[in-house]
């Protein structure tokens, strides 16, 4: 599977790569046995209620966070007429369901900690940000690969369409959407493109959909294409990032090459001009090491350069999923930024 197949082939650098780390994969070094899971989907989400949204406008929540150090120029909010729904990467590693309860307090804590506060506050760029808790599915779906995993991931993606709809019919009056998320975000991201804007009237509503950590391909569409610069909108920007010179045994057997976009030079081919890269994000929401990512894209998938930090070595990795987007986080905010106002 796309999500654990690097990261159960090597050991985690004690360095600034344990600082990176925003989902918690590190659990798929030892993935469970499926056969201790039971089907027991617990309690239906109810979006009309606060408590079933990680993120909703008029309420401070993890998505409002600010990095540390940030710089004063880029802390300006801005009033862009934009609504983002984001939703979020796996953070059920361990447990005995195949599909984590809402009332799973670790679950819940990991959530906000991670992907609430360090990836989605990338995409809060002055609008409104929506972002639905749902049944998200055991990390282990995505390599196991039965009938029941597939049923797991329909579950999941039967809550996020029902946030989605009701987001629709009650939030959204009309206004352009950003869609964001990461891993197993990105996979129902994927199915909510497909079902509402894919050639329907609600295209015309999408302003961009940023949509890393999975393989997306140009037969997945037939209307949205894939962006193909920094300017454009109603299309999507899809990638996947590895250490140079790495490539995953998955991408070998596939008759595709995935479909890749630079989150720095924002094309579909080529590398960045490492000058052009504007800085991390750790996993204490500290702005760090601008000018420091240099990648170029290769069969499909992003190849991210030797870290120019001091420690750089100690960096080199073949799997960087986990920074797919805090390697980039102020590129993509900034990006987001200018498809928000162009869309305007």
Same mark, same amino acid.
Not at 55 to 69: M, N
């Given at each position: ?123 809060? *760029?002055?609008?409104? /940000? ?7 599915? =055991?990390? !282990? %779906?995505?390599?196991? $690969? ?117 989150? *720095?030079?924002?094309? /579909? ?7 052009? =890269?504007? !800085? %991390?994000?750790?996993? $204490? ?60």
């Amino acid at each position: 599977m796309r999500l654990c197949y690097g990261l159960m082939r090597q050991n985690w650098q004690p360095t600034w790569f344990l600082t990176l780390v925003v989902v918690g994969l590190l659990s798929c070094s030892g993935l469970q046995d499926p056969v201790g899971l039971t089907w027991d989907p617990g309690a239906e989400p109810d979006y009309t209620q606060g408590s079933s949204w990680l993120s909703l406008p008029g309420r401070e929540d993890a998505s409002d966070a600010v990095p540390k150090k940030l710089p004063e120029a880029e802390r300006t909010g801005d009033s862009l007429e934009v609504d983002v729904f984001f939703v979020h990467p796996t953070q059920l590693f361990k447990g005995d369901h195949w599909n984590a309860h809402l009332d799973n307090s670790k679950v819940n804590a990991l959530n906000t900690k991670f992907p609430m506060r360090l990836q989605a506050s990338a995409f809060n *760029i002055g609008g409104r /940000l929506y972002a639905p808790a749902y049944r998200q599915a =055991h990390i !282990g %779906v995505f390599t196991w $690969q039965d009938s029941t995993s597939w049923k797991a991931l329909e579950l999941a993606y039967a809550d996020v369409r029902s946030a989605f709809e009701h987001y629709l019919n009650n939030w959204n009056d009309g206004r352009p959407i950003i869609f964001a998320g990461h891993s197993q975000g990105s996979w129902h991201i994927r199915w909510l493109l497909q079902e509402f804007f894919d050639g329907k009237p609600l295209q015309e509503q999408l302003v961009v959909a940023y949509a890393p950590g999975f393989d997306f391909y140009t037969t997945d569409f037939d209307r949205i294409p894939y962006c193909t610069s920094a300017e454009e909108t109603g299309c999507i920007c899809t990638w996947m990032s590895y250490g140079e010179g790495y490539f995953p045994g998955w991408l070998q057997s596939k008759n595709q090459i995935p479909v890749c976009t630079h989150p *720095i030079a924002w094309t /579909l081919d080529g590398t960045n001009a490492i000058e052009d =890269h504007q !800085g %991390v994000v750790l996993s $204490q929401m500290r702005y760090a090491y601008p000018t420091a990512i240099e990648a170029h894209i290769e069969r499909g998938v992003l190849q991210v350069h030797k870290p120019d930090v001091p420690f750089g070595k100690a960096l080199q990795r073949d799997n960087w999923h986990v920074g797919d987007i805090n390697l980039f986080w102020l590129n993509i905010r900034n990006n987001a930024k200018i498809r928000a106002d162009n869309y305007r």
